[in-house]
C-alpha cells in the first residue's frame, strides 16, 4: 500500500476541485489510498467573509505532524503575484522541524495551482513548489505529456508540464475545464503510481 496526501488552499473553490480531481486520479490506482486535507486559513475570518471566501469546504485541517504519514505529498494553491499563496507559504514555513530531521526525504510530491489569467504566474508558482518539495528531499513529479490533452490549441486552458493548472477568470467565474480536471486526474494517477512502486 502506498499513501497519498492531497494538500490544498482554496480561496473560491477552484482549488478545491482541482484537489478533489488529483485525489480522484490517485485514488484510481490499485494499492493506493488517498486523503485529501487543506491548510490552516490565515485571513481573519471576518475579512474572509467579506471577501465571500469559500468557508464551506469539506476536507479536515492538517497539521505539518501529518505529513510524515504519507509516501506521497501532491499541494496546490492559488498563485499570488507569481509564486504560492501565502496561506500555503506560511505552513511549510512552519516545517522547519520536519526538515532537520529528514522526515519527507525520499517521498514523491507534486504541485497543481490557478491563476485568473491565462499568463498570470502558473509555472513560476509550479517551480515555487517544487523548491519547497526539494529542500524537504521529496522526489518532484509534473505533469508529463503523456497528458496529451495539454498541447490542445481549440480553446484557452491550463496545464504544464511543472503541473496539473487552472485558469479562473478575473472574477473567479470560470471553473475547471474538462481537459484541466483531466489533468488534475492524470498527475494524481500518476504520483500515486510512481509512490507505490517507490514504497508500496
Known amino acids: 500500500m502506498a499513501k497519498v496526501l492531497v494538500l490544498y488552499h482554496s480561496t473560491y473553490g477552484h482549488l478545491e476541485t482541482m484537489a478533489n480531481a488529483v485525489a480522484e486520479g490517485a485514488g484510481s490506482v490499485e494499492g493506493v489510498t488517498v486523503d485529501i486535507k487543506r491548510v490552516p486559513e490565515t485571513v481573519p475570518h471576518d475579512l474572509a467573509v467579506a471577501s465571500h471566501y469559500k468557508l464551506d469546504q ?8 501529518d505529513l510524515k504519514n504519507y509516501d506521497a505529498i501532491i499541494v496546490g494553491a492559488g498563485t499570488r503575484f507569481g509564486t ?21 526525504i525520499g517521498k514523491v510530491g507534486g504541485a497543481f495551482t490557478a491563476t485568473a489569467t491565462q499568463h498570470g504566474g502558473q509555472e513560476t508558482t509550479l517551480t515555487g513548489f517544487h523548491k519547497t518539495l526539494l529542500h524537504h528531499g521529496l522526489i518532484v513529479v509534473g505533469l508529463p505529456y503523456s497528458y496529451q490533452e495539454q498541447m490542445t490549441l481549440d480553446g484557452i486552458h491550463g496545464g504544464s508540464p511543472y503541473g496539473a493548472t487552472t485558469i479562473t477568470g478575473g472574477d473567479g467565474s470560470r471553473q475547471p475545464s474538462e481537459i484541466e480536471l483531466g489533468g488534475a486526474r492524470h498527475q494524481g494517477r500518476h504520483i500515486a503510481e510512481i509512490a507505490l512502486k517507490l514504497h508500496g
Open 58 to 65: 469539506a476536507a479536515p485541517i492538517a497539521t505539518v505532524e
Open 84 to 104: 504560492m499563496a501565502s496561506q500555503m507559504q506560511a505552513f511549510w514555513d512552519t516545517t522547519g522541524g520536519l526538515w532537520f530531521s529528514g522526515a519527507l
